[in-house]
């Protein structure tokens, strides 16, 4: 299998390439591969030839997005086009990850791929855009919604992850507020870039949610950090009403990993589990 791995300096996308060490992989960063750049993005893919094109790359800085929709949709949904016009042209597969950020939260269970979304920022908007195109239009995809990833390389686009963020604001004596009212599954990429390394040799096309199991809020999530580290921290939890920020969250974004469950391809455990292995992984661990 010949894959081209777009946005090989994310998070993911470092934790991508040793999951997908038996496949040939091409691992293109924004330098030699710049998704906006439609001609240019074509001119390479066709070039390279690859049977899979995973596009790992995002316009993601949430609060950002709302005052650049433009750079949002560009990003998310029109670069998204592109590839599905040039994966369809080779005969290739797209995979391509997209958010627990298309429903809007009202539920109060997990959601499944069969659940409707209902965005609710202007990222949340342009991810599910990207999402219509590829169902609309490629002949062969992954398109895997996610929740809360945290990698060893760090978000790049987000300017470090959460987990980074809180250790740091603890070393520094900050005092921590965190919202306790929003409920996700912090996600490990080493666990999800395993989980899509299982799928992607099948032909089960669709639609996948992709998480660790369980659920939490962010309050929980960095309470555990600050428990399994030994990190001492002033950490208090707060409302999503006290602590403004310009996009709006969904209240509950937990996915069910429903459509891996029917076929019996599940590996995902829990995310306290996994995030002890990150903590190892990074030498925070106690
Ligand atoms: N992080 C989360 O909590 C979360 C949650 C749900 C879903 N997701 C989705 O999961 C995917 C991976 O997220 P991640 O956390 O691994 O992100 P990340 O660490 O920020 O990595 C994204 C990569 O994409 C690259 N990129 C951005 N714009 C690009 C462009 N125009 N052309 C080429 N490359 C570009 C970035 O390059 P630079 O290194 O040059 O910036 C970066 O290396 C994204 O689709 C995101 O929407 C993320």
Redesign the pocket.
């Known amino acids: 299998m010949k894959i081209a791995l ?9 934790d991508l390439q040793p999951a997908l060490s038996m496949s040939d992989v091409t691992a ?4 030699e ?5 439609s001609a240019g993005s074509r001119a390479v893919l066709m070039d390279l030839r690859p049977n899979v094109i995973l ?6 800085r949430v609060d950002d997005c709302e005052s650049r929709p433009e750079m949002a949709f ?3 949904a029109l ?1 998204v086009l592109n590839l599905v016009r040039i994966a369809n042209d080779l005969d290739a597969v797209l995979v ?6 298309v429903f809007d939260g009202n539920a109060r269970q997990p959601y499944t791929e069969s659940s409707q979304p209902f965005p609710l920022s202007v ?1 949340a908007n342009s ?1 599910l855009a990207g999402e219509f195109l590829i169902r609309a239009i490629s002949r062969k995809y992954f398109l895997i ?7 060893v ?6 300017g470090g ?2 987990v980074e963020t809180m250790i740091a604001k603890a070393k520094r004596g900050e005092s921590i507020r965190v919202v306790n009212d929003q409920v996700i599954t912090p ?1 490990y ?1 080493v666990d999800l870039a395993h989980q899509i390394a299982r799928v992607l040799p099948t032909t089960h096309y669709g639609l996948y949610h992709m998480t660790n199991e369980g659920q939490c809020t962010w309050y929980e999530f960095a309470r555990a950090i600050f428990e399994l580290s030994g990190i001492d921290a002033n950490l208090t939890p707060t409302t999503s009403e006290l602590y403004k920020v310009p996009a709006t969250r969904p209240r509950y974004s937990v996915l069910e990993n429903a459509r891996l469950k029917e076929l019996g391809l599940n590996q995902m455990r829990h995310w306290r589990d996994a995030l002890e292995a990150y903590l190892k992984e990074k030498s925070f661990g106690r």
């Open positions: 777009l946005g090989a300096n994310g998070q993911l996308g470092r293109l960063t924004r330098n591969l710049d998704v906006t750049d596009n790992t790359t995002a316009y993601h560009q990003v998310n670069a391509h990850i997209s958010t627990d950020y990222y991810k919604r996610t929740c809360g990833l945290y990698g390389a760090g978000s790049h686009g987000k992850n959460f996600t990429t």
